[in-house]
């Protein structure tokens, strides 16, 4: 694990004093469970610390930053900023899934890229900064990491990751897999418009425009979604 630790450590900008506490924010309480013997820590108990945390911090920094805010467009800007979603994206940017101990039924279940369990493991290392160097470190890591996040909430953008939500959904079954194919591109160089296709098993089940390849793989990403779990528009 020693190697894993330097690599977090170099990913987040921060060293910590305690290696343990950095150690239990990565680990899943799947793999507590497997390894009762050894005694290992999860992470439930610094998540439950690390979410509180993440409120105070976000709510100083709204606060302050942003003065001409009333008390309800604060509250609202602050849940789409300490979101599931949001989390889970700032935790994929830091690669947290590569590094966390899991359990091997949870392993192979897609522990490591599931949105929730990563937005467990963002907040658990919040809280595991907070203890291990104090408020000041745990405000530096957060508004670093949840800038572009806090921007896009005040701003009114909102951003759905619908490629990773159908990942999750599809690899629930064993053996499944999904591709994206560009089926047609029309349009002028400086404002082309790019037409997607995402497959399930060789099986088309959404298509998606936009004018990046990126966003006609979400738009498709989005309408298999809808099309395979009722998830709603």
């Known amino acids: 694990m020693e190697v894993q630790v330097k690599a977090i450590e170099s990913e987040i900008g921060y060293v910590f004093k305690d290696k343990q506490l950095l150690i239990r924010a990565l680990t899943h309480s799947s793999y507590s469970n497997e390894n009762k013997k050894e ?35 604060l509250t609202k800007i602050r849940a789409k900023i300490v979101c599931e979603a949001s989390l889970g994206s700032a935790a994929r940017a830091l ?26 493991a963002f907040e ?75 497959k399930l098993n060789d099986e088309v089940i959404g298509e998606g425009m936009g004018n990046s390849k990126k966003e006609s793989e979400q738009a498709a990403a989005k309408e298999g979604l809808i099309r395979i779990s009722n998830v709603e528009r």
């Open 124 to 198: 658990a290392l919040i809280a595991a900064i907070y203890l291990d160097g104090g408020m000041e470190h745990a405000k530096v890591f957060v508004i670093n990491r949840l800038e572009r996040i806090i921007q896009d909430a005040v701003h009114g953008r909102l951003f759905v990751d619908y490629k990773t939500r159908l990942q999750e959904v599809i690899q629930v079954t064993k053996g499944n897999r999904i591709k994206y194919e560009i089926f047609k591109e029309e349009g002028l160089d400086h404002a082309k418009v790019f037409h997607t296709q995402v």
């Open 95 to 120: 690669k947290l899934g590569e590094y966390m101990q899991f359990g091997r039924g949870e392993e192979l279940t897609g522990g490591r890229t599931r949105t929730s369990i990563l937005s467990d």
């Open 39 to 73: 005694k290992f820590k999860n992470n439930e108990r610094l998540e439950f610390l690390g979410d509180s945390v993440l409120g105070v911090i976000v709510s100083e920094y709204i606060f302050n930053q942003y003065a001409a805010l009333e008390e309800g467009q």
